[in-house]
């Protein structure tokens, strides 16, 4: 067997490894006050997918693509680090480590635990990688960091103090307040922001800055951030790598080429540049780039000699991250105070990394859906009871948190990446559905007190529903057969909506669990979906889809916090006793001059001429607003052919023209019922649009489908719409940052450096998350979004946003791909059409944030359905048919939202409550606000609360004790006060949440299984 | 300090070392009788320089032009053995080793030694460089083999049992039994041979053969030898280099792209089809190749799982080629026989690597001096005893052997790496050149009994006396000073010879040590070499020369064997008594017919019209033959826009057309005198060439300036010059082998195989070391050459010889550079000029192999000058003027030759004695011939003398009990009964040699120090 056996031997190898040199190089300086010190800080970087997938890059294969192999790293660090005390190596992405950790055998493992505690090996960041800042949900971002640090805490004791994005592209407030601050991080290094912004802070030694991130928070989640001043590399001429070409360090004189001098001159030379650019003596040298330290040793043996030598006239040492933070912090200094965040990046002119943005919509739709069912079907598990063996949601939590990375859910990874992670998620997705499905039949089954193994039904979900198909719901009911649909909602409010899915009869009625018939409209299914259906489950599923039902059949349900109800579907008896079939009006351009659709309070206005949104009316609050739409399309630059290239691609946003698209068939075909009016517009043969109004809703949902874009004239396209109002917004917009806080957006200009505008389309996009909005002085123009996507404001009044990207060339970040996505069904390939909603709504001044707040948990966290046939007639007496995860009496307040609620594996419940709003931005729900913890556990007893910090690896109160106090530049040195809730009283049990505070705690309950609420 | 204390921790280390791995791999499979079993060899391939100098590949500097660090190798090499028992290594080059190991710890010296003591690593060929076996003399290889073979012994006592050569382009007879048989191996492994032999022998299961080198020594120095299949590199497909793109084994069942079974499959499909071309169910998979393993976990982990994975299905194991070597022999099979050799060498149709016959004839003469001059300095080195501090002639001794790289003295390597090699020669030639110059003046001193510390006598050496640079020389006597020239022998017969070197006075005579005035002869220095000496002294010593010499003073030296002679040249008093000038006479085109030539027996007639030579004639034997002798060029072939390019470069000889150069200046000058008889023929502006007759000399030496090959009509070109004589040799020719044994060569024809042939020139070109030889059944027409050099006999009675190579194009074998060679002067570069001599004979048949050997031996170890000067006149008084290093009355026998003679650093005396003659080559002297030791070493008491093998590194009885005795198909079994040399009398101490018998000898004598046989 391939272990060595023979004592000897091993005690000799421990010394080989430990001193594998004749000559012993003095790798012991620590620091000097009195000279520069270059923190050397040896770090690899991976990237958890990109050009090969996460496990091509674990094992090392496909190395044609690109050479590189985690594995390597990992194994070779440790004889590396074992054969050095003052070695030093932080590790970042936990994806990785994972996979390496369970292939160790014990020892190995406790070598590992001995040098993460002695220092050498340090965790840093510590999620599951190293998650993109622009195109993420910061639920998203909590949980892939709570993932890949409680592994750490678990495994080592130990919490990452500090965080390291140097990778993406671009800096969010929310990583630095909520991703740092929050998480208890020292500081936050980062490696890209925009290069004018970087040539002003070079010059003005702004680089290191206190960062308050949030205008809520404040000085309470500040945290001390630095840029580096190139990028994440060593300085040029000091890469080490197996093969790189970097001088090494020849010191054996016995050899010809002895360089040792010259090395000691470049090293100086490199750090005093850096230092002229640096406050403090203290600067730091990133040793390592992708996917470095394959053999570490090549690293080690250079770096060991320029300590060696140059400490011999200078002053440089093994550091972290950590050792970096402490030796600046111990400078006792003030430093610059920087707000807002770093976005949009450009790494030089004309080169805005704001494509990225958009770039693979229908992955990001993929993610942010699979995000929102994460977060229900976690709820439901916890009601269930977690099964570690499983079925259970942890693939699914590992895929979202893979998808997070840099170049994931950002779209800048290769085709065969971004497959797998679709992949994965469905992978993820297909036990999750199975944990919600069981989860479901056992709270529905009234026998399920005898435990929950032996429920029968087996609840049927659609996760396929937006291209209108759903095998559960497309059954034939005119046998008697009747469908049950289960609506879960896991939002901690009530909530009423109208639900709908595709039906194969005409006569279908539906009845809620009371017995009560409910209002139901049939709706059409439009020829448009039919092509994507057929298609789209083709190359999904593999087989043929059945004909397509006529109808979508919709109702509005009415459903419980952290609950569900039950409606039955079922066809009449009576032909006109069930849905009411919408009527349907087709507008040929001469037939009259406008049409108004709209049952509520709220009406648009079509110019039937033009087949044109012309006006919006809210007749409640009286917003009168005409507003237009339209979409256009950039041409995907092509610079190939210029001095200095640079093309339109997955990363970058670079337009050459934009072009109206101008409706070829200017028909509008209007769709009308009592819940639902729409507007079906085919804008070309390749954009359709439905523009959707509920009667009991007051914003517009517009549903698209974009593509296959066409690329036949050889160029490369990038789609956006355009909403247009006579808002005099001045310049200005407002995005959010990662679904949370919104941030102040002005065009062609930056708060920080004088900007110099060479892309006045590319550089004025900004992320969007969860919105973007508009204000003068009377109203707001607000637009929701279901996914991320890249946006502005390029022209008053007018928002803007960017739907889909087919792109013909590749903008040279590395990625060697063009943006060129296509579907297949065996060797057919078209274009990738996206489907998708976003949803706008005009408010009077202030009262917009109420909608964006709660409106946005809504499209987050849908309602989820689930379907099941009975024969019989006795599904409501045999089964219970509305729940309430939460007190009966309970509901949580308009500004609160449960965004975990998770058994963890260690038998504790994980909750985090956040507070929905920013201070000021509503005048009744931007208050500190109180949650009762014991009436969110109905029947369970609460023996004890602990708050810990956002990625829950460690009490909040030694976090907060450990918190470094920085200085601010021309403050007075104390920390403005800012609001937050107050300590948890043990008994009460009473959570106080500011806003926009998110707090989290462990609940430890006094029985481990779960009590039914009914059965207490 | 770098070194980790804690016991715990370096405890914890070995085991990780041993164990990185959860899964635990079975690695332990034997040998299998009943399947196919196959061997794998890890093996790492180290260039000692080709694109990168020796040194750059070991510290893993200069990576740009290629990734290559031998250093990354053998660190990473030992925890990879370390931590499983059944992996194995085998290293080759010990210039890398020797390197690495004195940079190493003890403990880690410790731990190596133990890895050899088990047999997980194992030297493999052991010296210094993988030689070429093409352009090499045996001499040089035989001393790079021991050096690095004794160092092995010394520090590891062990003895390689292997040859491997893998990568040399082309096989030699003498590497097959010589430094193979000779050596002690057990076996032979290559990669490259003739692309259509090996399409035969794989089709005959003949790769594999027993090989007879030598027809002198026949199956008593026979060896297993095996050509791989392919080359030297793994089957397509398992490479597993850091970064490598073979598909790595995945057995991870929980990552994606699992492929166990698909490798699997891959494995035994490779395997299956070497099988087949194998006898024997052994086959050997060489897992390596160039530079490879440098972090050899790679491999290791991927050839763990093929060992596990695979043996359960099938058959392999971690071999080495002892191993292999073993199981092959113990299978009792007849193997087929193959005698001659695997020259030349073409990888497909069109490739003949012949032109690196020729490539860098400089760099190849440069070798060729620097060889016959380190086996003088080891003699004088001898003499006076070694001094391990220096200087000493280690650093020539290591110069040379690296020069014997297959990239070195091949000519093959980058113009940087050349240089680099040529500069390691100088080196070790500045430091031989004070051992001469010390030893000669310990020897001259005759107060030398009291040590040699003192010696005041400063020699002065001209090691640029090929063109006409000799300062020692060049020095004004007009003043009553004199120059002494001491003038050493190193072979070991009295030799009388003609020694030249430039003066500056008219009026120069000469005494020998007796005072006798000796007759001499002032030849005029000749115009071509003016700039020659002007421009290559620059270049090479950055210094502008003097005035150049009117002559060269010419005179008869006598001195015995390992001895020196003193002559003292000073100004005469009269005119008329000094040297007799030479009489010029210059024949225009029209001025006669004819012009004879020769003072002595041998005359040569030139044509004066034509300016050519057209008749030789020996009075003594009455050869007379007419003779023309011509140069021409090839054009180098541009296959650049062909289907399959193949360029004419430094490996390959591709010629497109030859053209014949016609002398421009059809002009003849005779020089005359009482010794020397010189035609000079400026042929074009770019080759002189100078036709010497020696009175007492029955041979013709040719001397020319070839260059700067002019390009500036865009084409390479390859100058070659022939002689053609009326010799019937029906397409046969005789080569040697490495400067020893002559192999029949027949034009287009190979004895192996059925010749396809594609090119009728390179295909017919071998290399040639000592000399060419022509017969008929009359006569024999020899030429010897000053070093290797590329030849051939293309037309019967035609011997041709390429003298330079210039080429604009690079033929694609890696070297990725043209055969450009130029020297520079500051930014004034020129191409290169190559100064040379061969020399030329015709005898009666059955008679040339007397002066092939004898005077093959004066051309590689010419006299040794060494200048003194004197002011005074007692030289001869204060100084001993004659010497010799063995007994007075003495002398080797005609056809024995001392190849060795050396104080090796642990005190012992290494002696090698050459038998000079094949069986039948001459009637005389073609016998088993004694030589008596004692008489070698007068005034010293042998205490013991040890044979040994070859390489000095074991007892030749105990090497000879261990060899394997292989079975020759078709043959009765008993191999055929050889003459040897018999067992050595240990009273007696004569050594009986047979023919072509090299004895190697260890010496200790009863003092440790030399004792003057004069003071006997």
Redesign the interface.
Known sequence: ????SLLG????????????????????SGIDAGKINVHLVPHTHGDVGWLK?V??Y???????IQ???VQ?VL??I??AL?????RKFIYVEQAFFQ?WW????E??Q??VK?LVSSGQLEFINGGMCMHDEAVTHYIDMIDQTTLGQRFIKEEFGVTPRIGWQIDPFGHSAVQAYLLGAEVGFDSFFFGRIDYQDRIKRKKEKSLEVIWRGSKSLGSSAQIFAGAFPQNYEPPRGFYFE???????V?D?I????YNVQDRVNDFVAAAIAQANVTRTNHIMWTMGTDFKY??A??WFRNM?KLIHYVNKVGFELYSTPSIYTDAKYAMSKSWPLKTDDYFPYADRANAYWTGYFTSRPALKRYVRTMSGYHLAARQLEFFKGRSDSGPNTDSLADALAIAQHHDAVTGTEKQHVAN?YA?RLSIGYAEAEKVVASSLACLADSNSFIGCGDSTTNFQQCPLLNITYCPASETDLSDGKKLIVVVYNSLGWKREDVIRFPVVNEDVIVHDSEGRKIESQLVPTVDAYVDLRNYYVRAYLGSNPNAVPKYWLAFTVSVLPLGFSTYIISTSQRTGAGSTKSAIYKFQRDERSAVEVGEGNLKLTFAVPQANLINYINSRNLVKESVEQSFSFYIGYNGSLDKEPQNSGAYIFRPNGTYLIKPEQASLTVIQGPLIHEVHQQINPWIFQTTRLYKEKEHVEVEFIVGPVPIDDGFGKEVVTQITTSLDNSKTFYTDSNGRDFIKRIRDFRTDWDLEVNQPFAGNYYPINLGIYIQDSEKEFSVLVDRSIGGSSIVDGQIELMLHRRLLLDDSRGVAEALNETVCVRDDCRGLAVQGKYYYRIDPLGEGAKWRRSFGQQIYSPLLLAFAEEDGDNWMSSHIPTFSGIDDSYTLPDNIAVITLQELDDGKTLLRLAHLFEIGENSVLSVVTSVELKKLFPGKKIAKVTEVSLSANQEREEMEKKRLVWKVEGSSGENPKVVRGGPLDPKKLVVELAPMEIRTFFIEFDHTSFKRKFDA
Chains 1, 2 share one sequence.
Not at 9 to 28: D, F, P, Q
Not at 82 to 86: M, P
């Open positions: 067997m391939g272990i060595v031997v091993v005690l000799l190898l421990g010394i080989l490894c430990a001193e594998s040199k004749y000559m012993v190089y003095n790798t012991s997938t496990d091509q674990y094992v090392g294969s496909n190395n044609s050479g590189a192999c390597n194994d070779s440790l004889p074992l054969a050095d005390k003052n996979r369970r292939d160790q055998s020892l190995i406790s070598i001995k197996v093969n790189d070409d970097s001088p090494i020849q054996d016995d050899l010809f080429d394959q053999y040793l090549t060991d797998d992949k």
